[in-house]
């Protein structure tokens, strides 16, 4: 303790330290930060290290954080060899001739989502050298405001002295810690990117969204899966929207158990996982087996091994995330956090993207402008996507009064479902809107196929404050799903039929 | 002593039985366009690099290949349909690669001495 201060007077009375800033953590907040900041001149380093699962089942991962390794982009890699599944049975009504059975090699898929993380990986390593950022495999922690301690694997220590310090170091899944059996026999999401063979019959415990699109891949390849949830689904989002989504992946395959919970996981003889779980409903036992177990049930900050009690950043004490201003500030000056570690902060990576160029561009002194975390528009990946921006119906509800919002919708089919005879009762259209005056648009929902494509130009109408009269002035484009957005109409008020019908 | 063995190729046949001859070492391999009795290339960002690669090839790690290809003529490599194209999925030269991984570096990136250099240096 003494060291750092002498070394802090030290440096305050040279006025040079190692970097201008340090950026622990190398995923999509930290390298956006440090990159942006390397172009205005700074002296950045970027610690970046993984420390293996839980069950060092699997090795550890490139450079890119879990956006890159473990999350959206396997994720959405999986989801569209899933998806393929689906457009080959449509294939055959459209005239295709393809030969039954059609199967899914896992192998074959993994080696093509590996290889592509690993050119991400790669690429990320030449844009910091090629920035000049300072790359470094090592684990950060805080020595005090100035001072960041690195180890590398072998154990071996570096000291780095920083102007500031930003903390990125996102989250990890976690474990139940009561299940006897989960941490052994179980496996996370962090390991399911990773497995160089089919986790077979699954059980995937959990109903977030991780939860939800990975029983939504699974199914969709062909293996027999089923979601346990202990209460309801996709929380915080809207519900009636998170009914369909479920609705569909039932109607398509995945089993669900509602409101169960499991007891303990025993690995039987021939390899096997039998799970004991409780059906809360009626008190029951149940058990069955499956080859994997996945748990879904939430994530939790990287913020233990930081020595952050050590120098009184301020954490949450219900999620253990970091408390920050609205410029990313912590409790302690010159340490800045941001990303998923951020508390309040939309776990995801656009906006870590962008609050890591804007925090680099104030403290290099180029920008006062703060992060707008307002207006983030999103999308499920499950089997039938979501996308939505603004608020859920019960949130409008609950801000604004049931009688002051006006709900348009419409049950509407795609197109491309009717030739190929699947069912399109799940895909929706949710406009709330402010009941009077304009009729500002406070949130906007879909289900439907690419519902992410279809929501982002929405989203940026949403950011300009898009009314409904806007939406129905606007002419659809034709034949698309998007289009019917433009054409809702009928509102819940009404009691009318929303499914629309024809031209 | 050299750490790593060198090898020249001409084409891609002879780039392919050089390779299947090493299995299971680290193999960087460079492609350049042809060059001529002079010895100069006709790929003019082939000429600026060459240099700049052999600059840092003291930091190959012992034991690894380093097979410096000739693609072969403009004409061959401007068709879209050669095999460096198709099968080894190569988008232009030169290319510094390091066979079997993503690790590539391609066109003004090999002008990058510090980039060249970590290709050699890092896992």
């Known amino acids: ?503 | 002593m050299a750490k790593y063995e060198e090898v020249s190729v001409r084409g891609y046949d002879e780039f392919c039985q050089a390779v299947s001859e090493r299995k299971g070492k680290d193999i960087f391999a460079y492609f350049s366009g042809d060059k001529d009795d002079q010895g100069k290339s006709w790929c003019p960002d082939c000429v600026k690099a060459e240099p700049v690669v052999r600059g840092e090839m003291a930091h190959l790690p012992e034991g690894s290949v380093f097979i410096y290809c000739q693609v072969g003529e403009r004409a061959y490599w401007k068709n879209p349909n050669n095999d460096f194209k198709k099968t080894l999925k190569l988008s232009g030269v030169p290319t510094l690669l390091r066979y079997g991984t993503p690790q590539k570096l391609v066109e003004e990136e090999c002008f990058k001495a510090d980039l060249v250099k970590m290709m050699f240096t890092e896992d």
């Not at chain 1, 982009?73 to 899933?82: M, N, S, Y």
């Open chain 1, 1 to 503: 303790h003494n060291f750092s201060f002498f070394l802090s007077f030290f440096l305050f009375l040279g006025g040079k330290y190692d970097y201008d800033l340090v950026v622990i953590g190398g995923g999509s907040g930290g390298l956006a930060c440090s990159k942006e900041a390397a172009q205005f001149g700074q002296k950045v380093a970027v610690l970046d290290y993984v420390d293996p699962t839980v069950k060092g089942k699997i090795k550890i991962w490139g450079l890119g954080g879990t956006c890159v390794n473990v999350g959206c982009i396997p994720k959405k890699l999986i989801h569209q060899a899933a998806l393929f599944g689906t457009a080959l049975k449509d294939a055959k009504k459209y005239g295709w001739q393809i030969s039954e059975p059609v199967c899914h090699d896992w192998a074959t898929m993994m080696e093509g989502v590996q290889n592509h993380v690993r050119s991400l990986n790669w690429g990320h390593r030449v844009q910091l050298q090629d920035k000049k950022v300072k790359y470094l495999n090592f684990k950060g922690s805080l020595v005090d405001e100035h001072t960041v301690k690195g180890l590398t694997k072998a154990g071996k220590e570096t000291i780095l002295t920083a102007k500031n310090i930003v903390i990125v170091t996102g989250g990890r899944p976690k474990y139940p810690t009561n299940i006897p059996g989960a941490v052994e026999h179980g496996i996370t999401s962090d390991d399911m990117f990773w497995l160089k063979k089919s986790p077979g019959k699954t059980l995937v415990v959990g109903a977030s969204y991780v939860a939800l699109e990975c029983a939504g891949f699974l199914t969709g390849i062909g293996l027999d899966t089923t979601v346990m949830v202990r209460s309801i689904a996709l929380r915080g989002f809207d519900q009636q929207m998170a009914g369909l989504v479920t609705d569909y992946m039932e109607t398509y395959g995945t089993k669900f158990a509602w409101k169960c919970v499991p007891k303990r996981v025993d690995k039987l003889s021939s390899g096997a996982l039998q799970v004991t779980w409780t059906d809360t409903q009626t008190g029951g036992e149940h058990q069955d087996t499956y080859d994997s177990v996945l748990w879904a049930v939430g994530r939790a900050p990287e913020t233990k091994a930081l020595g952050l009690d050590k120098l009184g950043v301020k954490l949450n004490q219900e999620t253990g995330k970091i408390v920050l201003a609205t410029d990313e500030s912590t409790s302690v000056p010159n340490i800045y956090a941001l990303g998923d570690i951020g508390e309040g902060r939309p776990e995801l990576t656009p906006t870590a993207i962008k609050a890591g160029k804007l925090l680099a561009r104030r403290l290099a002194g180029q920008s006062a402008e703060l992060m707008n975390y307002d207006n983030v528009p999103t999308t499920v990946f499950t089997p039938l996507e979501y996308g939505c921006v603004g608020l859920s119906e019960e949130e409008a509800e609950k801000r604004h009064g049931k009688d002051n919002i006006e709900v348009y919708h419409a049950f509407y089919k795609p197109l491309e479902f009717t030739v190929a005879e699947r069912d399109a009762s799940q895909c929706y259209i949710k406009v709330v809107c402010k009941r009077f005056g304009d009729q500002t648009i406070l949130g906007l929902h879909f289900t439907g196929p690419n519902a992410g494509e279809v929501m982002q130009g929405f989203a940026m109408g949403f950011q300009c404050g898009a009314t409904y009269s806007h939406l129905s002035q606007t002419v659809g484009i034709h034949p698309t799903c998007a289009e019917e957005v433009v054409k809702v109409n009928i509102t819940k008020h009404s009691g009318l039929d929303a499914t629309v019908t024809g031209c």
